[in-house]
């Protein structure tokens, strides 16, 4: 058993660890409107029924417990009054003389205030979370003569070092995005060495910018509604197989948990927000796959919704990085 160690007129310290807890507001920004929808009417048609049901059970009627949930009419028709009276749209009238009848009037009612409330926040809540961007389902991965710099692909012609491809496009089709920038960062744990226990680490990654060059970030000037944009994450190492254990210098032979982070930030044009965006990689769940991804096919002679390769945006071409392939010429 181990023993507490105190400086000399150190208090002791009473908090409880972990202290943790979870925000409403976030889980409704994170699901979509229809969802929301469907979850509030659910809870709402719920709840009626169990007030409709304790309504039933609790009346003062000479009629027999199966005689009151025999008529199903009945029931359903009290069920909707319930529910028109938890929405603010109707009042129940409970009997003069029934403590239970009372209370559950009182708990319609009171929820018939609260729920305009709680939609209304929802609706600013999803105003205000905005999520713009649509990411490709996996990280690919190809040789690093297959990134879309001319410069960079003509230098890695005759390499075998692979490069991070991660896709992403802006989803709403009457919003503007500028001074959109990318950062990537790599997550894992690693024993430390006094205490055996494992310990967080973040490193910065180089990501290519406008040139071609490895950079701190990559950053556009605006973002054209639905065009996909592309992060390339340089390995500086071959990939042979997944997952791979060595980028930019890092051997992560004796590293747990390693995951990829690629954070966007941009503002929009005319509300004058910033937004942000990222997505997790995990090297160990399948978030990775070799090979190059299927490009668009620009037309401009067709709406951006229109051109072709969107229904193979997760897919793969070849290329891959374990010696399939051909260089450029």
């Known amino acids: 058993m181990g023993r507490e160690v105190r400086w000399p007129g150190r208090p002791a310290d009473t908090r409880t660890h972990p202290r943790y807890r979870t925000s409403v507001r976030w889980w409704i920004a994170?699901?979509?409107?229809?969802?929301?929808?469907l979850m509030t009417l659910g809870a709402l048609a719920g709840l009626s029924v169990l007030v409709a049901t304790a309504w039933t059970l609790t009346e003062h009627s000479p009629r027999s417990m199966a005689d009151r949930f025999s008529n199903e009419e009945a029931l359903l028709d009290l069920s909707l009054t319930v529910l028109r009276a938890c929405v603010g749209t109707d009042n129940l009238e409970p009997e003069p003389d029934s403590t239970a009848h009372q209370m559950l009037a009182t708990v319609a009612s009171v929820t018939g205030a609260l729920v305009p409330a709680v939609l209304l926040g929802i609706v600013l809540i999803k105003m205000f979370a905005l999520r713009p961007f649509v990411w490709r389902?996996?990280?690919?991965?190809?040789?690093?003569w297959t990134a879309d710099f001319p410069g960079y692909s003509r230098t890695n012609a005759n390499s075998d070092d692979a490069i991070i491809a991660v896709r992403f496009y802006?989803?709403?089709d009457n919003l503007s995005v500028v001074d959109l920038r990318a950062r990537a960062h790599l997550r894992y744990l690693e024993r430390s060495p006094h205490d055996g226990s494992l310990v967080i680490y973040k490193q910065w990654l180089k990501v290519l910018d406008a040139q071609g060059e490895p950079a701190e970030e990559r950053s556009w000037l605006a973002v054209e509604r639905g065009a996909p944009f592309t992060v390339w994450i340089p390995v500086e190492a071959p990939v042979a197989e997944l997952p791979f254990r060595r980028i930019q210098g890092k051997d992560l032979e004796?590293?747990?948990?390693?995951k990829l982070l690629v954070r966007l930030t941009a503002r929009t044009v005319g509300l004058g927000t910033e937004v942000a965006d990222e997505r997790w990689f995990d090297l160990e769940a399948g978030d990775f796959e070799l090979g190059r991804f299927v490009p668009l096919q620009p037309d401009l002679d067709k709406d951006v919704w229109h051109w072709e390769g969107w229904t193979e945006f997760d897919g793969l071409t070849g290329s891959r990085p374990d010696g399939d392939g051909t260089g450029p010429a």
């Open 137 to 144: 389902r996996r990280a690919s991965i190809s040789h690093a």
């Open 170 to 172: 802006n989803r709403f």
């Open 30 to 37: 994170g699901r979509t409107v229809h969802a929301l929808l």
């Open 254 to 258: 004796g590293s747990h948990g390693v």
